[in-house]
């Protein structure tokens, strides 16, 4: 099968292995597309290695076509049409993946686009939903809005609260954030979202932080009583000062997390919430998908350069093999 390789420059480049068996609790999915992640950027410059026993290829997340069958799996058979979470192999032809990670692709969504759905979609919902504990019309603070985690965020938080604040690096950012459902969005690069919550008397319930550093003590003193910081990633430094009293006098709690490292059964348990909780708003189209572009799978590189450069809008994706018109039935 073909996939996509890395060299010790970072530089992505297709390669070819043989097609692994799958596990008698496994699938075999023929891929259609794969999801691009900022953990893809951070695994081929060595910074984020897959965790033992999954596969060293690129990719946490896939949507395509079962196409074989472990011998313990009852659950889906061949040709079912399905997306999945991935510990590593979603940038090839084939993966194979525990069956208790995959999902049933919602019947409005293309087989393509439903590669934008898994990782994104049980990031949030596990932070948010389980790890913040948060409530129907709490206020909530995302960072990097119009990211792909951003962007879904709105668009599923939108079900449950009118009180949805975003930071975004350019007003075109923001104004998409707005038109996706949140509240408001702040430019960072213009304005302090510190000052701009503070001076409207907006106290956040709940924080959904990717950039960390310096955004650290700043969310400490917005939070409300209660209120609860979650971290996802640390774009902007591992380290932060803090002030212990905010943390005591307001009773706040922070956490994070991530979802690569977590056994099957833990990232089942994920999957069976979304697929009651937020698979029926996405049928309902109560949940918007926002795609930004698509690549084929040999346009890797450029797929990566775009993330980089964060000048994206939502999900990019990489094109394996293109759905059918007589697929889509």
């Not at 692994?20 to 999915?29: D, F, G, K, L």
Request: charged share 25%.
């Amino acid at each position: 099968m073909k996939f996509v390789n890395h060299n010790n420059q970072g530089l992505l480049f297709i390669d070819e292995r043989n097609i692994e068996t799958p596990n008698p609790n496994q699938v075999q999915i023929e891929v259609y597309s794969a999801g691009v992640n900022r953990a893809d950027l951070l695994q081929k410059k060595g910074h984020y290695p897959q965790p033992e026993g999954e596969s060293d290829i690129l990719g946490l997340e896939v949507s395509g076509k079962i196409c074989d069958l472990g011998s313990s799996v009852t659950k889906y058979k061949i040709g079912d049409k399905v997306c999945a979470i991935l510990g590593g192999g979603g940038y090839a032809e084939y993966v194979n993946v525990d069956e208790r990670q995959i999902l049933t692709i919602p019947k409005n969504i293309s087989l393509n686009d439903a590669a934008s759905l898994p990782e994104t979609i049980l990031t949030v919902y596990e932070n948010i939903f389980n790890i913040s504990g948060f409530k129907k019309n709490e206020s909530v603070l995302i960072h990097g809005g119009s990211s792909g985690i951003g962007t879904t965020a709105i668009s599923i938080l939108k079900n449950f609260t009118d009180k949805i604040y975003v930071t975004a690096g350019s007003d075109e950012k923001c104004k998409a954030c707005v038109e996706l459902g949140a509240t408001k969005a702040i430019n960072y690069k213009l304005k302090d979202f510190e000052e701009v919550l503070s001076s409207d008397r907006i106290k956040i319930d709940v924080v959904l932080d990717m950039v960390g550093g310096e955004y650290f003590k700043k969310n400490l003193k917005i939070l409300n009583f209660k209120g609860r910081l979650t971290y996802i990633s640390a774009l902007g430094g591992i380290k932060g000062e803090i002030n212990l009293l905010h943390i005591m006098n307001k009773q706040l709690k922070i956490s994070g997390s991530t979802l690569r490292s977590r056994s099957s059964e833990m990232k089942g348990q994920i999957v069976n919430q979304v697929k009651e909780i937020i698979w029926p708003l996405i049928e309902k189209k109560l949940i918007d998908i926002k795609i930004f572009k698509k690549f084929h799978l040999d346009e890797a590189n450029e797929a990566h350069s775009l993330m980089e450069s964060s000048q994206h809008i939502g999900k990019i994706l990489l094109t394996v093999k293109e759905e059918k018109i007589n697929e889509l039935t």
